[in-house]
């Protein structure tokens, strides 16, 4: 085998991940017959085809697909290489690739922003999906650090609890359960309800108390982002269960207001989680323990502010 040279894998990569020449060639600025040519000297490299062209898509080949985990393995070494030459350094730098869960959009990247300042030679991809999706992600590895309430089962992880997540139930600031106290669960089943989209861990967790409970609710609507459920309910389309942690920091709004459920609010933690027996890098070890120390503070201020419940 003639030798492989780092570039051609780097190409190499690309031009896997977009499945096409030209984009490759455009997110690396160079020309398409350049990719072409690597991509070819590769394959002779290698002496078997890497992908294969079927109508106008680009497939990998088996050895195409075993080839891009190796480039993987082998960039993630490398980073964390030099993620640890900068930490002996004294230099905290390299990439940080947080995954988390829809909701954590509300307190996240507050978090992040005093991290990023503290830590200006690190650089932060924040991705967000629902439960579902997360998990997802999380078994294929493709990040350092996943956030999530609902810890998933038949999965092979550490996790660390870093801050409370309770669900409540929101209603328009209008609506005349508003005033009431000790609502009985029975009664969401006469509301017309929101519901979160199959996937979100929001909604396993609203199904599994209200079978609990033995009530039904009637879901007039399914919607697949908290922001687009707060504007449905200030809207007056129904009544649904949140995480309170969507009214933001502040913890109120002008338009919604939470109901005095029985049963609510629902006590979940905001976990961090990670494979177990991945290898933290230096980077993801530093915000990792950020978080933690983070997260008391952040709940120090929610409980003086009066939002705990
Ligand atoms: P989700 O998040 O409702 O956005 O999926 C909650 C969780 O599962 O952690």
């Known amino acids: ?13 690309v031009v896997a991940r977009h499945r096409s020449f030209t984009r490759a060639a455009e997110e690396l600025f160079i020309t398409q017959p350049t990719v072409s040519m690597q991509i070819k000297q590769l394959t002779t490299s290698v002496g078997l085809p890497l992908f294969e062209q ?22 993630d070494r490398l980073e964390q290489f030099e993620m640890s030459v900068a930490d002996h350094k004294g230099l905290k730098q390299g990439r940080l690739r947080l995954a988390a869960v829809t909701t954590t959009k509300y307190f996240v990247p507050r978090m992040l922003g005093p991290f990023c300042k503290l830590y200006p030679g690190i ?23 996943y956030i999530l309430s609902q810890l998933p089962e038949n999965m092979d992880i550490s996790y660390h609890p870093f801050m409370e997540n309770p669900l409540v139930v929101m209603a328009p600031t209008d609506h005349p359960l508003v005033k009431e106290k000790n609502i009985s669960i029975k009664q969401l089943s006469g509301e017309p309800f929101i519901m979160r989209e199959p996937g979100s861990g929001t909604r396993s967790s609203v199904q599994n108390l209200l079978e609990e409970y033995g009530v039904k609710v009637k879901v007039r ?65 530093t915000f990792f323990n950020y978080l933690l120390a983070e997260a008391k503070q952040f709940s120090t201020y929610l409980k003086k502010s009066g939002q705990e419940l």
Request: hydrophobic share 40%.
């Open 123 to 145: 650089d932060v991809e924040f991705k967000t999906t629902n439960h579902e999706g997360l998990l997802a992600r999380l078994s294929e590895n493709r990040d350092d650090l």
């Open 1 to 13: 085998m003639k030798p492989i040279t780092l570039h051609q894998l780097k190409l190499f990569e």
């Open 54 to 75: 079927v109508g106008k898509r680009l497939y990998l080949t088996d050895s195409g697909r075993e080839l891009l985990v190796t480039c993987q393995e082998i960039f």
């Open 221 to 285: 609507l399914e919607l697949g982002s908290n922001e687009a459920i707060k504007q449905a309910i200030a809207g007056g389309l129904g009544i649904s269960v949140l995480s309170r942690h969507t009214l933001g920091l502040e913890g109120t709004t002008s338009e919604l207001a939470i109901l005095d459920v029985e049963g609510f609010p629902i006590r979940c933690n905001w976990y961090v989680i990670y494979p177990t027996g991945k290898q933290l890098s230096v980077v993801a070890h």
